[in-house]
């Protein structure tokens, strides 16, 4: 082109550019909303110079500058392909004056501590609700073991209390026995365990809690297993309540303890637990005693004892056997070879049975422990029953509240020492002791006593090789799973205290013999001792 039609031509262009002084080249980088018009775009002309830099022949394009614009444009049109788009938010500065951003409108969270213990939980919740924080179960929430029983707790407090354990990482052990909860404050309570996996012991003795407290207790057991003692007595619980326990038993294998004594089960509460232990292996506690199961319940449950294989312990004391039920115990005690602990007090057990009774015991080699106390036993049917014992692996017979004559009483202290088994009579024998025991040896002997149900099963699982010994650690560990509710230390300076630093005869202390086995165990260290400083 030559040099005066190019400068015409420059000169035009720049005429045209000075219609608006204000006007500047649209932004490359932003999106060109008006696609339509590059239809009209004369494409023969690639573009010139000017003064050396290139100038475009295609007509100037307005797009908005702020893309927020044209993605409200398409919202408003309904269009459904519109893509997303980071919204610009203004951001004051240091100096007072606003920003741009692209940054997400995102709040950043504040960091606090977890509250492990649920204390800071329950004081809003008890501000909330207008109630004064309970301070015995504030001083306890960092505790393994927690008791609120009798503490006229209700269904109010029970609800803030439950609310804040929801989020509590220390209690293991829970009891709000005697509380008058009732069945509002149960239905919290199964809430709770849906969220906390701590828990794995509960007691709920004397609550009022009725069978729709206990049905959503056992719909959250039916699936959170996690809770592996359980103890509902007391309650005024009925067979309906027995069916839905028996329905949470056909699918729960956590729950090894079930306390359900001082209700008011039948024969049918009797059979549907019963039947749902028969598929059942995982539970090897069940207390059952003091309710009102006569011999058709009692026939069920016998006949369970000769199928089931987890069952340790079994109380059903102070229920009515009759003959149906005992004839059916009898017979299970022939084949069972788990249980350990058998619990018939008060049962009525006719003494027709003690000669088969006898026999059967004579073969069972894995029961340790029989309590036939406050039976209707003449001499002639206590005489029959040992007789038939010809041989014996029991530890404990309890005869308790059966009136025995002297010459009878010989002869049973000459079957004691024959078998190396202890045996309970009551008023008239009784375990009697040599010398007086130390404090610790009497808690210690006072703990044995009152829970050998659950310490013998434990001792003997433990006892491996049947020496009837375990090591001290062992044998504080079986106390601590049995409830001795001690911290580590104070069960330390107990078992210091007992110079039990050897193997520990479990058979011997089961028996009630601490003061001769510390006595024992003192000669057996000082023995070591002397050795010791001769070599």
């Not at 059966?402 to 010989?410: A, Q």
Request: aromatic fraction near 4%; charged fraction near 25%; glycine fraction near 6%.
């Amino acid at each position: 082109m030559p040099d005066v039609q190019q400068d015409s031509f420059l000169t035009e262009l720049k005429d045209e550019g000075a219609e608006d002084e204000n006007q500047t080249f649209p932004d490359t980088t932003t999106l060109n909303s008006s696609a339509g018009n590059h239809d009209n775009v004369n494409n023969n002309s690639a573009g010139n110079l000017d003064n050396g830099n290139f100038v475009s022949n295609k007509p100037e394009v307005q797009v908005p500058r702020n893309l927020s614009v044209l993605y409200e444009d398409l919202e408003q049109e309904g269009d459904e392909t519109a893509f997303p788009v980071h919204r610009h938010r203004r951001i004051p500065s240091e100096t007072g004056s606003e920003y741009d951003t692209d940054l997400e409108d995102l709040e950043s969270p504040i960091k606090t501590e977890y509250d492990s213990s649920g204390i800071e939980n329950y004081l809003k919740i008890c501000e909330d609700m207008n109630m004064r924080p309970v301070s015995h179960f504030m001083r306890q929430t960092k505790n393994p073991s927690l008791s609120l029983r009798y503490q006229s707790l209700g269904c109010k407090k029970t609800v803030a209390i439950t609310q804040a354990l929801a989020s509590n990482t220390h209690v293991e052990c829970l009891d709000l026995s005697d509380n008058d909860i009732g069945c509002d404050g149960m239905v919290s309570i199964a809430n709770m365990l849906t969220e906390n996996y701590f828990i794995t012991e509960l007691s709920l003795e004397d609550n009022k809690i009725g069978l729709r407290g206990v049905a959503n207790l056992c719909d959250v057991l039916s699936e959170h297993s996690y809770v592996k003692h359980l103890n509902l007595s007391g309650n005024g619980l009925k067979d309906p309540t027995a069916v839905v326990l028996g329905e949470m038993l056909k699918v729960n294998y956590t729950l090894t303890c079930l306390i359900v004594k001082q209700n008011q089960f039948s024969c049918n509460g009797a059979k549907a637990i019963a039947a749902a232990l028969l598929s059942n292996d995982s539970l090897t506690e069940l207390d059952i005693s003091w309710n009102k199961i006569r011999s058709k319940g009692s026939e069920a449950l016998g006949k369970m004892v000769g199928s089931n294989t987890g069952l340790i312990s079994l109380n059903v004391s102070f229920n009515g056997l009759d003959a149906l039920g005992a004839a059916a115990f009898v017979k299970s005690i022939k084949t069972n070879t788990q249980l350990v602990n058998l619990d018939l007090i008060n049962t009525r057990i006719p003494g027709a049975e003690c000669k088969e009774l006898g026999k059967a015991l004579a073969g069972n080699t894995t029961l340790k422990i029989i309590k036939l106390g406050n039976n209707p036993f003449k001499e002639s049917d206590i005489e029959i029953l040992f007789h038939g014992m010809t041989t014996c692996s029991l530890y404990i017979i309890g005869l308790e509240d059966i009136p025995l004559s002297k010459g009878l009483y010989e002869r049973l202290q000459e079957f004691e020492k024959e078998q190396g088994v202890v045996i309970h009579y009551g008023k008239s024998g009784g375990n009697q002791r040599s010398r007086p025991m130390t404090s610790s040896a009497l808690r210690l002997d006072e703990f044995i006593t009152t829970n050998l149900s659950k310490l013998a099963p434990l001792i003997l699982a433990k006892d491996k090789d049947k020496t009837g010994q375990l090591t001290v650690t062992d044998f504080k560990e079986c106390l601590q799973e049995a409830g001795l509710r001690l911290r580590q230390n104070e069960l330390n300076r107990l078992v210091d205290k007992l110079n039990l630093t050897d193997r520990v005869p479990c058979k011997e202390i089961l028996m009630g013999k601490i003061p001769t086995v510390l006595e024992r165990m003192r000669n057996s260290a000082k023995r070591r001792t002397l050795n010791t400083e001769s070599s």
